[in-house]
C-alpha cells in the first residue's frame, strides 16, 4: 500500500472527503452548491492493492482517491457517516427497475448524440478534453448514456399511456397566470386606492409602486407568469375566478388587505415539455413510493474464510 501512495504522492491532498463521496454518487446531471468545488476534485478511482507484509493473499479492491485509500468497511462508514446511503439507495433501486430495458444501437448513438449536443461538444476534439477534464473514459461516458436512455424508456412504458389523463388531473394546477397586485394593511388606503384605479384616475402601475408594501412595487405591481399551484391558495382562487383586464375588490390575503387585477391567463398545453415533465413526476412519486416500503441499508458483518 505504501507503493501505492507514493505513486499518488504527487497529486494535491483531497481535504474534504465527503464532497469527494457526494461526487461519486451523484446523477448525472445534478446541480447543487457544492456542485463548482466538486468539480475541481478527481474522480474517485477504483485499484486493485496487495496488502502490505504479505505474498500470498489475493488482492483486495479499495477506492483511492488523490494519494489516500479506503477500504471496503471505510467505504461503509463514510457513506453512513455522510448521509449517502439512501442515495446509493434510490441508484440501485432505479437499476433494478431499468435492468429489463434495452437499448438499440441507433437508439444509443442518437442519445450520444443529444448528449454532445446538450454539453456543446461538436468535435472529436472537444469530446476527448470533457472526458479528461471529467476522467471519464468513452465506455464510461457511453454507459451513463445508456443507463439515461433505459431510464427514459422505462418511464414511457410505464406511464406513457396515463399522461393525458394525468394532464388533465393537473391542469388547473398548471394553468399561468399574469397579474398585478398591490398589498396594504390600511383598510382605508385600500378602498381609496381601488376606487382611484376603478375610476382611471391612476394607474395600477404608478400606485403600486408607491403604496405596495411588498416586493411587487418595483414592479409597478406586476407578478408572473406564475402557476396557479405556486401561489397563495386564496389568492390561486380569487385569481381563477376573474377575467382578464377585470380588478378585484380589495380582499383579506393572511396579514394583507390586496388588491388583483387578471392580465392574462395562460392554459397549460400538453406539448413535448410537458409532458416531460409530467413524465417524471409519476416517475418520482413512483421513486419515492418504493424507497418507503424498503428496508433501511444496513451494513452485514461476513466473517472471512
Not at 468545488?37 to 485499484?47: A, D, E, G, M, R
Request: with cysteine; hydrophobic share 35%; proline share 7%.
Amino acid at each position: 500500500m505504501t507503493a501505492a501512495r507514493a505513486k499518488h504522492s504527487a497529486k494535491s491532498p483531497i481535504e474534504f472527503q465527503s464532497i469527494l463521496f457526494y461526487r461519486s454518487l451523484l446523477p448525472e446531471g445534478y446541480a447543487s452548491p457544492l456542485h463548482s468545488l466538486v468539480s475541481l476534485i478527481p474522480t474517485p478511482q477504483l485499484n486493485l492493492i496487495k496488502p502490505e507484509h504479505s505474498t500470498h493473499c489475493l488482492p483486495m479492491t479499495v477506492l483511492q482517491i488523490g494519494n489516500q485509500t479506503f477500504t471496503a468497511d471505510e467505504i461503509i462508514l463514510l457513506l453512513n457517516e455522510y448521509s449517502l446511503l439512501p442515495q446509493l439507495q434510490r441508484e440501485v433501486l432505479i437499476d433494478q427497475a431499468i435492468g429489463p430495458s434495452t437499448c438499440s444501437p441507433e437508439e444509443t448513438d442518437f442519445a450520444l448524440q443529444q448528449f454532445y449536443q446538450q454539453q456543446q461538444l461538436p468535435t472529436e476534439a472537444h469530446r476527448r478534453l470533457w472526458l479528461e477534464q471529467q476522467s471519464l473514459t468513452e465506455l464510461q461516458l457511453q454507459q451513463r448514456v445508456i443507463r439515461s436512455c433505459k431510464l427514459e424508456k422505462f418511464k414511457q412504458v410505464t406511464w406513457g399511456n396515463q399522461i393525458e389523463t394525468y394532464f388533465l388531473q393537473r391542469k388547473s394546477e398548471l394553468d399561468r397566470v399574469l397579474y398585478s397586485l398591490l398589498r396594504t394593511q390600511e383598510v382605508g388606503i385600500a378602498q381609496e386606492l381601488y376606487f382611484r384605479i376603478q375610476e382611471g384616475e391612476q394607474s395600477f402601475d404608478e400606485l403600486a409602486r408607491q403604496y405596495s408594501q411588498g416586493p411587487e412595487a418595483e414592479t409597478g405591481g406586476l407578478v408572473g407568469p406564475l402557476e396557479l399551484q405556486t401561489l397563495n391558495p386564496d389568492l390561486a382562487k380569487l385569481l381563477s375566478t376573474l377575467q382578464p383586464g377585470q380588478l378585484a375588490t380589495p380582499t383579506y390575503l393572511g396579514e394583507w388587505l390586496a388588491i388583483v387585477r387578471l392580465e392574462k391567463f395562460i392554459p397549460a398545453q400538453l406539448d413535448e415539455p410537458m409532458r416531460q415533465r409530467l413524465l417524471n413526476e409519476c416517475f418520482n412519486q413512483w421513486l419515492k413510493t418504493q424507497l418507503q416500503q424498503q428496508p433501511t441499508p444496513r451494513t452485514l458483518v461476513v466473517a472471512s474464510s
